[in-house]
C-alpha cells in the first residue's frame, strides 16, 4: 500500500515543492567535507615536514625517495571529484629556508550540483626564505556545476612564490557548453599583513549563456592566473611577454605592488597546458628552487 504523501514528513528535505512532494538538495546527500594543514620546514638536510593533518578525501602525498628530503607533494582529493555541497580546505605553511612544489594528481572535475555550490578554501603563508611553487592541475567545471574557490596567500618579504590556477569550462570530448552553474573564483595576497592584490572572476547563471560573447571569453574555454612574487619582478615581468609570442596559448602580463600577474586563455585545455609547461620550463632554467614543471604533469 502506498503511503499518504499528504501525512509524510519531509522535515529532513531542503526544498519541498508547491505539491508538497520533497525535492532533495545538495545538502540532503551525502558530502564530502575534507581538510588538509601542512607545515614545511628548512633545515641542513633540506625541506621536511613540521606538521600534517589529513581528513578525508583529501590527502597529501610525497613522491621520492624514503628518507630523502621533501620536493615535491602532491595534492590527492579521493572522492574522484567535487559535488554540490562539497567543502574542501587547504592550509599549508612554508617556514624559514623551506622549498618545494605542490601539484595535484590530476584535473579536478566539478560535477553538475542540484542548487548548492561546492566551497574550495585555500590558504598558503611563505615565511621568509622560503620558496614555493603552488602549481595544481587544471579544474574542470562541468555543464551545472557550482563552485566558489578562494585562494588566501601570505607571504613575508624575502620569500618567493609561484603560484596557479586554472580553469576549463566543459568537457571537450563531449562538446559540452556551459550554460548554467556558478563559478566564483576569488584571490587575496597579503604582504606582511597588507593587501596588496584582490581580483574575483565571477559567472552564475546568468552570465554564463552569454559568455562567448566578444566582450568576454570569446571562444576561449580555458583560462589561467599564474602569479609570482621574489626578486626582478620587472625583469619576470618582461620575461614573460618575451616568451608570450610563443605560446601556444595567449598571455598578458603586468605588475601590481610588486607582484607579477599574468593571464592565459586558450581554445582548449590542451593549449593553455603547453602554454603553461613552456613558462615552467623556461623557470626552470632562470630560476633555482622548486619553480620548475610538476613532475606529476608528465604522469
Given at each position: 500500500m502506498l503511503a499518504d504523501s499528504s501525512s509524510a514528513d519531509f522535515s529532513g528535505y531542503s526544498n519541498v515543492g508547491a505539491s508538497g512532494v520533497a525535492i532533495p538538495g545538495d545538502k540532503d546527500l551525502q558530502r564530502s567535507e575534507g581538510f588538509a594543514r601542512l607545515i614545511l620546514g628548512g633545515s641542513a638536510h633540506g625541506t621536511r615536514i613540521v606538521?600534517?593533518?589529513q581528513r578525508s578525501p583529501i590527502r597529501i602525498m610525497f613522491p621520492g625517495i624514503r628518507g630523502a628530503p621533501v620536493e615535491e607533494a602532491v595534492v590527492v582529493n579521493t572522492a574522484g571529484g567535487i559535488a554540490g555541497g562539497d567543502r574542501l580546505e587547504i592550509a599549508l605553511t612554508l617556514l624559514a629556508n623551506a622549498s618545494v612544489t605542490v601539484?595535484?594528481?590530476a584535473a579536478e572535475r566539478v560535477y553538475r550540483a542540484l542548487n548548492e555550490p561546492a566551497l574550495i578554501e585555500t590558504q598558503l603563508k611563505i615565511c621568509e626564505a622560503a620558496k614555493?611553487?603552488?602549481l595544481p592541475q587544471e579544474t574542470i567545471v562541468f555543464n551545472g556545476g557550482r563552485m566558489r574557490r578562494n585562494t588566501e596567500i601570505e607571504i613575508s618579504a624575502g620569500a618567493e612564490l609561484l603560484a596557479l590556477e586554472s580553469l576549463v569550462l566543459g568537457r571537450a570530448a563531449h562538446g559540452e557548453e556551459i550554460v548554467g552553474g556558478q563559478i566564483i573564483d576569488g584571490w587575496q595576497v597579503r604582504l606582511d599583513g597588507r593587501l596588496i592584490w584582490a581580483d574575483r572572476f565571477r559567472a552564475t547563471d546568468d552570465v554564463l549563456p552569454r559568455l562567448r560573447s566578444r566582450a568576454l571569453?570569446?571562444?576561449f574555454k580555458a583560462i589561467g592566473t599564474l602569479i609570482y612574487f621574489g626578486p626582478d619582478a620587472e625583469a619576470r615581468v618582461q620575461f614573460l611577454r618575451d616568451l608570450a609570442p610563443q605560446l601556444q596559448c595567449h598571455c598578458a602580463t603586468?605588475?601590481?605592488s610588486g607582484l607579477v600577474i599574468a593571464r592565459l586563455a586558450a581554445r582548449a585545455a590542451a593549449?593553455?597546458?603547453?602554454g603553461l609547461r613552456e613558462i615552467l620550463?623556461?623557470?626552470e632554467r632562470t630560476r633555482q628552487g622548486p619553480f620548475r614543471m610538476p613532475k606529476m604533469w608528465s604522469c
Amino acid at each position: 500500500m502506498l503511503a499518504d504523501s499528504s501525512s509524510a514528513d519531509f522535515s529532513g528535505y531542503s526544498n519541498v515543492g508547491a505539491s508538497g512532494v520533497a525535492i532533495p538538495g545538495d545538502k540532503d546527500l551525502q558530502r564530502s567535507e575534507g581538510f588538509a594543514r601542512l607545515i614545511l620546514g628548512g633545515s641542513a638536510h633540506g625541506t621536511r615536514i613540521v606538521d600534517i593533518f589529513q581528513r578525508s578525501p583529501i590527502r597529501i602525498m610525497f613522491p621520492g625517495i624514503r628518507g630523502a628530503p621533501v620536493e615535491e607533494a602532491v595534492v590527492v582529493n579521493t572522492a574522484g571529484g567535487i559535488a554540490g555541497g562539497d567543502r574542501l580546505e587547504i592550509a599549508l605553511t612554508l617556514l624559514a629556508n623551506a622549498s618545494v612544489t605542490v601539484t595535484s594528481q590530476a584535473a579536478e572535475r566539478v560535477y553538475r550540483a542540484l542548487n548548492e555550490p561546492a566551497l574550495i578554501e585555500t590558504q598558503l603563508k611563505i615565511c621568509e626564505a622560503a620558496k614555493l611553487a603552488w602549481l595544481p592541475q587544471e579544474t574542470i567545471v562541468f555543464n551545472g556545476g557550482r563552485m566558489r574557490r578562494n585562494t588566501e596567500i601570505e607571504i613575508s618579504a624575502g620569500a618567493e612564490l609561484l603560484a596557479l590556477e586554472s580553469l576549463v569550462l566543459g568537457r571537450a570530448a563531449h562538446g559540452e557548453e556551459i550554460v548554467g552553474g556558478q563559478i566564483i573564483d576569488g584571490w587575496q595576497v597579503r604582504l606582511d599583513g597588507r593587501l596588496i592584490w584582490a581580483d574575483r572572476f565571477r559567472a552564475t547563471d546568468d552570465v554564463l549563456p552569454r559568455l562567448r560573447s566578444r566582450a568576454l571569453l570569446a571562444d576561449f574555454k580555458a583560462i589561467g592566473t599564474l602569479i609570482y612574487f621574489g626578486p626582478d619582478a620587472e625583469a619576470r615581468v618582461q620575461f614573460l611577454r618575451d616568451l608570450a609570442p610563443q605560446l601556444q596559448c595567449h598571455c598578458a602580463t603586468t605588475a601590481v605592488s610588486g607582484l607579477v600577474i599574468a593571464r592565459l586563455a586558450a581554445r582548449a585545455a590542451a593549449e593553455l597546458k603547453a602554454g603553461l609547461r613552456e613558462i615552467l620550463l623556461q623557470f626552470e632554467r632562470t630560476r633555482q628552487g622548486p619553480f620548475r614543471m610538476p613532475k606529476m604533469w608528465s604522469c
